[in-house]
T-cell receptor, first 111, second 111 residues
Framework: EADIYQTPRYLVIGTGKKITLECSQT?????MYWYQQDPGMELHLIHY???????EKGDLSSESTVSRIRTEHFPLTLESARPSHTSQYLC??????????FGEGSWLTVV | SQQGEEDPQALSIQEGENATMNCSYK?????LQWYRQNSGRGLVHLIL?????REKHSGRLRVTLDTSKKSSSLLITASRAADTASYFC???????????FGTGTSLTVIP
């Protein structure tokens, strides 16, 4: 059973609002990731981190930002949400080599 | 893109039949993993096969890996309606920086 948690699971917000998607893991993994996935589509890596104070952009350009102040916490922030940000956001963590563990996902709808 | 591709994109079979899905990738890898995603949920790890392995079994799952062709297959035997989900392959390149996910196969098992 994976110990990685995302909140909120579902969020509907208005255009222009600032939102933060929370992600926490209790496995002590150094590596954490954020993926964006539209329904029925592939996963796109938008951010990752190798450890505290490390953040990198992924393959898919995103207007979101991340921070990694603590090992267990990897929040994702959108300063000004737009309808094009509507998607599912999946947080994950791992030790490489090894298995990647996913949270349940956060569904964001921007109206 | 370094992401892999899976085929078929969608597969529909009768309960009790076997389901086979394939994954092709582009880089040299440490390992390849298969994940399952139920609709609207996060991904769940199914099985990992290392680059020096050719075949691996776990319950009703059988995974093969051909590193010369940069391809893998996942076979689900005696399928059940509960196997209905999307299945993704993920590769860990031997540069060891991150995972790359395939495009996914949507499997429907008809009772």
């Amino acid at each position: 059973e994976a110990d990685i948690y995302q909140t909120p699971r579902y969020l509907v917000i208005g255009t222009g609002k600032k939102i933060t998607l929370e992600c926490s893991q209790t496995m002590g993994h150094d590596k954490m990731y954020w993926y964006q996935q539209d329904p029925g589509m592939e996963l796109h890596l938008i951010h990752y981190s190798y450890g505290v104070n490390s953040t990198e952009k992924g393959d898919l350009s995103s207007e979101s930002t991340v921070s990694r102040i603590r090992t267990e916490h990897f929040p994702l922030t959108l300063e000004s949400a737009r309808p094009s940000h509507t998607s599912q956001y999946l947080c994950a963590s791992s030790e490489l080599p090894g298995t990647i563990y996913f949270g349940e996902g956060s569904w964001l709808t921007v109206v | 893109s370094q992401q892999g591709e899976e085929d078929p994109q969608a597969l529909s079979i009768q309960e009790g039949e076997n389901a086979t899905m394939n994954c092709s990738y582009k880089t040299s890898i440490n390992n390849l993993q298969w994940y399952r995603q139920n609709s609207g949920r996060g991904l769940v790890h199914l099985i990992l096969i290392r680059s020096n392995e050719r075949e691996k079994h776990s319950g009703r799952l059988r995974v093969t890996l051909d590193t010369s062709k940069k391809s893998s297959s996942l076979l689900i035997t005696a399928s059940r309606a509960a196997d209905t989900a999307s299945y993704f392959c993920a590769t860990e390149p031997n540069t060891g920086n991150q995972f790359y996910f395939g495009t996914g196969t949507s499997l429907t098992v008809i009772p």
